[in-house]
């Protein structure tokens, strides 16, 4: 394994090379024409960033470009690669002869000692002194600087060669454990069992096949059919298959940029790295697996209850206390030290104290469990147990308080003594409540703000605060009676806490339900303050080692605990775990990032800047990635399509970021990416590619549209003004014959009535002329009747001639022309009735045919307000409104017959559909509303569109035909 500048892992197998991001393996071809001479066995990337591959026959190097063949080298099995402190990359061969290469300036250069290596070179070294090592077949040689000096390894074969921390060299042999060179021979280089620290490892059992010396000065021991050991501060920890190692055998062993190590096995690849959390378990000491509460006391040290004794730890390795040190069961539950420094123990069969080295039972407590001790400093001792609330004074059982004294089901979860009483918090219906002087204070349950479900955890801080864990809403603090709750609206990863604690710092850790979550003090602090305020969160789950529990992990008290050097101890379900808050694993290196691939509409393009995609593209998918290979999964990415996205976009379990639709123009995507420590790689990767517009989305294309798009609105703007003035012309032509039709029913009439009756007279006074001589009588009753007849034509003729009127209007004033036809009525209708014509809103000017046929129908409904109605009251209302004409004719007169009001006219009479036709005539409506004894009120209304005057239009090129003015308008 090897790893480039780039930040890819690189892996080297029977099945070819293959490219390692962290998440995925992706298999590695040469360029076309290019070719590895055949499976790679070993690697190394020099300082100058060259891949060096050694494989079963021959040597090439690549250097992102090209491979280079080193013909100096053909047909040998390349065992090992080293370039030493001068930048000489060296190659051990095998073969019939074992040699060693030496590659300067690109040449290679093969020797053998004198009596030679044997059949192979397996491994290379350089200790502090820059001396160059090399394992052969025939032992160990010192090859440089002076003359190569061996030192022989009788019946015993050379493994792997590595340093010791201050930069000897070390030799793995096969069986035989691990050498150092002392002088001019070989001595053992013994190590002790991390399980067993009193017994040294066996030889035999070691059989060394890989080394390697870590920056942190840990030696790792890759081994024929034992898995891998660790050897830290001179003990070994030993992982095998057994211990979720992928195989037995080593074959590889790698440190990377980051301090991972890699374990190449022949089943597969396992990663260590440095955890945040370590987990104590039968292992290190513990006497079981089941651990119930840990316990710091003042002494320095701590405690861990399990279920086959307590363990205390005060220095290397744990002490384990049982029956046989007084404890009257191995079965530990709860632990509590009190105010005079004395360690309490609850186990399956009764309560214990220690002193002396040894514990003493006590005697009295009904309850078989105790899941919670605390106490006072006045000497009282409060026990929650399966039987109820248990109160010893000066260590003897002074009371139990029944659960349903207390309106509880089910006993307390956590009991905490403050000011001379107890906080309670409960598993079963939730809550948390006050317990003092015999009775129940205060109850806090989520009707009052407390975190819903159960209460897992309780604390009291410094300030007198308690604070509540609650299994569905968050962190809860009570103050003074006050409750606020920290949770996920908050900012908290889950709403779901076991225990809170404070570190030496003051930050406040949870155990959570997605796993442990830290608080920084001066964001808990602000929080405090102002609880409307998110707090940010630092969050260690799974691949930190942390157990993610969905309910508490700790049966009994207390979960949680802080070791004398800050640490803090906690039970995470079977094992015990421990963190330091101030010595957390960070990761410096900012992420190397990478834009791997780039598919529009689904076909793969290449990489790189200038790239010109085709026009349309519909789908397009940018495949990015970071190298930081310590926690792939909490690697975070933003990214940006400039020119198309206005802001950073986030991308969370995603490598890959989708467009659809981009329009043609130039982009540049740029990614930036975090390592699992929050550094960010500002810089990131940038890709600059093109869209190319189809013809139809070119400025050109785009002009010429517009052109044509204003040249269609403009030509249809000309049509509609045509239409308008054609509908215009013909709705006048359409007036005037109506007008002359008109006119020639009013001669019709004239000349069927009155003419008729002015003959009928004349022929009257011709009869009375011809009887004057004779019969005078006879002709004064003539003339008589003749007369009667000649006022009748007078008053006929007068309607009529008042209906011929075509512009009854002298003036433009309709409001003026209507008060004047209303003094004319009046004086003709001889009653005293008066009329008051009312203008609202600014007078406009009318179109000469909507003014003439608005003053008649007015003048008609002023007529029959005069002649028919026997009106006292009439009133005329003009209204000028920008969206209409409206005029209005109230009387308070006898009203219209409601039979013919239905019927629209009075049998023989004409004149309310005569003001209906005129209506219509000009596009207005009629509207008669009416009652018997009620009056009359007749509206009429024009759109102002119709009724005011307007401009004539201008002449266009587009119309074929011209209108003189007189066709157009008066």
């Keep these: 394994m090897a790893q480039t500048p780039d930040g890819y892992l690189w892996v080297g197998g029977s099945f070819g090379m293959f490219r390692f991001d962290g998440l995925r393996f992706v298999p590695w071809q040469p360029p076309t024409g290019q070719s590895l001479p055949s499976n790679p066995y070993a690697l190394l990337v020099s300082r100058d960033g060259t891949l060096w591959i050694g494989t079963f026959n021959g040597l090439v190097s690549w250097n992102g470009i090209e491979l280079t063949r080193y013909p100096q080298i053909p047909n040998g099995f390349v065992t090992s690669l080293f370039e030493d402190r001068d930048g000489t990359v060296w190659a051990g061969l095998l073969g019939e002869r074992g040699r060693l290469c030496a590659i300067r300036a690109g040449q290679a250069q093969c020797s053998m000692p004198e009596g030679g290596f044997g059949q192979f070179v397996w491994s290379l070294a350089e200790d502090k002194s820059g001396a160059l090592w090399v394992g052969a077949d025939s032992g160990l040689w010192r090859w440089k600087p002076g003359t190569p000096q061996r030192f022989e390894t009788p019946g015993v074969r050379v493994g792997d060669l590595s340093t010791t921390a201050d930069g000897q060299i070390l030799i793995g042999i096969r069986g035989a454990g691990i050498l150092r060179v002392d002088g001019d021979r070989l001595v053992p280089s013994p190590m002790r069992s991390a399980a067993k620290p009193d017994e040294w490892l066996p030889d035999r059992d070691i059989k060394a096949n890989k080394l390697l ?76 697996d089941g651990t119930k509460s840990v316990l710091a006391t003042k002494d320095g040290s701590v405690w861990v209850a399990t279920g086959e004794g307590l363990a205390r730890w005060k220095g290397a390795r744990p002490t384990v206390y049982r029956e046989r040190d007084g404890l009257p069961d191995a079965r530990v539950q709860s632990l509590h030290q009190d105010a005079d420094g004395r360690l309490w123990v609850s186990t399956g069969r009764g309560l214990a104290y220690f002193a002396n080295g040894r514990f003493v039972a006590v005697s009295g407590v009904p309850s078989k469990e105790v899941y919670s001790i605390t106490g006072d400093g006045t000497g009282d001792l409060w026990l929650s147990g399966n039987e109820g609330l248990s109160r010893l004074h000066k260590g003897r059982f002074a009371e139990n308080i029944p659960w349903a004294a207390l309106g509880r089901r089910q006993q307390a979860k956590v009991v905490v003594a403050d000011r001379g009483g107890l906080w309670l918090s409960f598993w079963q219906d939730g809550g948390v409540l006050y317990f003092k002087d015999g009775k129940v204070q ?206 950073w976009q986030e991308a969370i379990d995603r490598r890959q970021a989708t467009y659809t639709n981009l329009p043609p123009g130039n982009y540049r995507f740029r990614v930036k990416a975090s390592n699992n420590s929050g550094v960010w790689n500002e810089e990131g990767a940038q890709l600059e590619f093109a869209i190319p517009p189809a013809f139809y989305q070119t400025t050109w294309f785009r002009l010429a549209g517009a052109i044509l798009l204003i040249g269609l609105a403009w030509s249809a703007f000309q049509l509609r003004l045509h239409m308008r003035i054609r509908r215009l012309h013909r709705q006048l032509e359409a007036t005037l014959e109506a007008r002359i039709a008109e006119r020639t029913r009013i001669a019709r009439d004239l000349h069927d009535t009155l003419l008729q009756r002015f003959h009928g007279l004349l022929l009257q006074f011709q009869a009375a002329l011809n009887l004057l001589p004779d019969r005078p009588r006879e002709s004064r009753q003539i003339l008589a009747g003749a007369i009667d007849h000649a006022a009748e034509a007078i008053t006929e003729g007068r309607d009529t001639v008042q209906g011929l009127r075509t512009s009854a209007l002298d003036t433009d004033n309709l409001a003026d022309a209507l008060r004047a036809l209303a003094e004319e009525l009046a004086n003709e209708s001889g009653h005293a009735a008066s009329a008051h014509v009312e203008v609202q809103g600014t007078p406009q000017a009318l179109h000469p045919l909507v003014r003439d046929e608005t003053f008649r129908i007015a003048g008609e409904a002023l007529r029959n307000a005069f002649h028919h109605a026997d009106a006292k009251q009439i009133r005329v209302e003009i209204g000028y409104d920008e969206r209409q004409l409206c005029v209005r004719v109230r009387d308070d007169g006898r009203g219209i017959d409601p039979e013919v009001l239905r019927a629209g006219e009075k049998q023989g009479h004409f004149g309310l559909s005569g003001m209906r036709e005129r209506a219509e005539l000009v596009g207005g409506k009629l509207a008669v509303r009416s009652g018997l004894e009620t009056g009359t009120e007749v509206a009429f209304s024009a759109p102002a569109s119709q009724a005011y005057s307007r401009p004539v239009p201008a002449r266009s090129w587009f119309l074929h035909k011209k209108f003189a003015p007189s066709e157009v308008g008066e």
């Excluded at 001179?234 to 940029?257: H, K, P, V």
């Excluded at 190449?264 to 955890?275: A, N, T, V, W």
């Excluded at 796993?515 to 930190?544: E, F, Q």
């Excluded at 290196?589 to 393009?605: G, M, Q, R, T």
């Design 442 to 647: 205060a109850t806090y349950t989520p009707a009052e703000g407390l975190g819903a479900g159960h209460v897992a955890g309780l604390r009291l801080d410094a300030d007198g605060a308690v604070w509540a864990a609650t299994e569905e809403g968050g962190l809860s603090r009570i103050k003074d009676g006050r409750v606020t709750t920290l949770a996920v609206g908050n900012g908290l990863p889950c709403n779901t806490v076991h225990w809170s604690t404070l570190d030496d710092d003051g930050s406040l850790w949870m155990y959570a339900s997605c796993g442990l979550v830290r608080v920084l003090r001066d964001d808990l602090a602000a929080w405090i303050a102002d609880p409307s305020r998110r707090v940010a969160t630092k969050v260690w789950g799974a691949a930190d080692g942390v157990p993610l529990l969905a309910l508490t992990p700790a049966y009994f008290n207390p979960p949680v605990a802080k070791g004398p050097d800050g640490k803090l101890w906690f039970v995470s379900g079977a094992d015990v775990q421990v963190i330091a808050p101030d010595h957390l694993p960070f990761n410096p290196l900012p992420p190397p990032v990478h834009i791997e691939a780039l598919h529009a509409d689904h076909k793969p393009y290449a990489v790189e800047n200038g790239l010109r995609l085709p026009p349309l593209v519909r789908d397009m998918t940018i495949e990015f990635t970071a190298l930081s290979l310590v926690d792939p999964k909490s690697t975070r990415f933003r990214y940006r399509l400039e020119g198309h996205d206005n802001d």
């Design 213 to 288: 010396r870590d920056r942190d000065g840990g030696l790792w021991i890759g081994t024929e059919g034992h898995g891998i050991l660790h050897l830290q501060e001179g003990q070994a920890d030993a992982f095998t298959r057994a211990d979720g190692l992928s195989g037995n055998i080593a074959c590889s062993l790698f440190e990377d940029r980051e301090g991972n190590i890699w374990f190449g096995s022949e089943k597969g690849i396992d990663r260590f790295r440095k955890l945040p959390v370590t987990t104590l378990s039968m292992q290190q000491g513990l006497p079981n």
